[in-house]
């Protein structure tokens, strides 16, 4: 559990809130490439951290992301104009560029300088691996950079990007990404009498893919108690979950936790499609999840992409404006005979279950009313890591040491014996002991 004024600080994350300030240390990701996708179209409406913000492509195809709120008499500039390098508010006719300045004043007299004094707030952006970044945080010295996770460092053939909208706070929804013990219910087939059967029910929204064993599902259905191992490292934590498998082995699935906000999935064996989710805060009760998978090693297939399109693993079925088909309005169109015979839930999709779970515990969920036990560690220490980084940030210290660099990690599964570490298990797996990877492209984290 967590103290009230503790969840407050991990929950708020609006401007002047401590984890307000954490996020504005990053670069976050704001909106797809593709939602801009050529000069001068539509501006994206966009809500970040609590500020209203607006997203556009200017007539030179550079992108700004300003203050929604006309510095005139508070219009939404979401109405103006994108026209000739500038967004035009169409109340008065005010004008502005990617980089605030106000560039035609019509109201004011021509001789008058009025215009030089009227700014509004203009964020800095890069376009990455099909993102558009953002950085809202204070500009006095030299901008960080974008971390670089392995997904921003392959070709675009070898990743799939997605967004989707969530109805609660950020922090409950990614703590639902690194609390892997989930699995032996929330992602399950659902027992049936003639347990033999079991893998032929594998149907809809069960979390392990076609291209995952049926001994996966087996030991994750039987061993809902996994032993957790939790390493820190530069960029964040690896949570390690050991799970009884067969004779003397130990079956790991393990997840990287990377601050302040993503989280990856722990499914991939060797050769297999790594996933990836960033939850960005659109307030303190709803946030944007981008989601990423990505193959270091070959081209992800036309087949693959239609099926992360239709809604598969962390990508959920989305409609144009990125709101999940299956929402809270509609319950997830839960199916109750499914959920009898099909899969836990009866909910379609393992993005689908798992918003749906993450958001049943109410916008905000009260920390303080929890109980938690061993297979909870994971989420305890990442509360702990990001607040206290939150309190170095307030008292005026780096909140992490990490480099751009130590965030090329990947995680997995794998089956070792009982007797052998966590440590040893990554290092045979990945030749490190916390997932490291950046050595293969080049990088020198802090911790390679
Ligand atoms: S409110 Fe925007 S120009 Fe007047
Ligand atoms: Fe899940």
Redesign the pocket.
Known sequence: MLKRDDNLKLTQTGPGTPMGDLFRYFWIPALLSAELPEPDCPPKRLDILGEPLLAFKDSNNQVGIIDRRCPHRGADLYYGRNEECGIRCVYHGWKFDINGNCVDLPTAPKDSNFKEKIRVTAYPTQELAGFIWIYMGPRKNKLPEIPKQEFTLLPSSHVFISKKWQECNWAQSLE??I??A??SF??MPAPIHNKENITTNVVSGA?LSDQDGDNRIRWVRDDPCPKFTVLQHPAGLLLGAARRADNEDIYWRTTQYLMPNYAYAPNAFPGETQHGQCWVPIDDTSCWIFCYSWNPDRALTAEEREKFTKGFSIHAEVDTEFLPLRRQSNDYLMNRNDQKINTYTGIQG?SE??AA?QNSQGPIVDRSREHLGQTDVGIIEFRKLILSAADKLHSGQAPCNAVADDFAVQCGGAVAHKDISLEEVMKQRFDHATGYVGSRYGLTGTNN
């Open positions: 639902g990404g609390d892997t989930h699995l929330l992602h979390a393992v279950q798992d779970i």
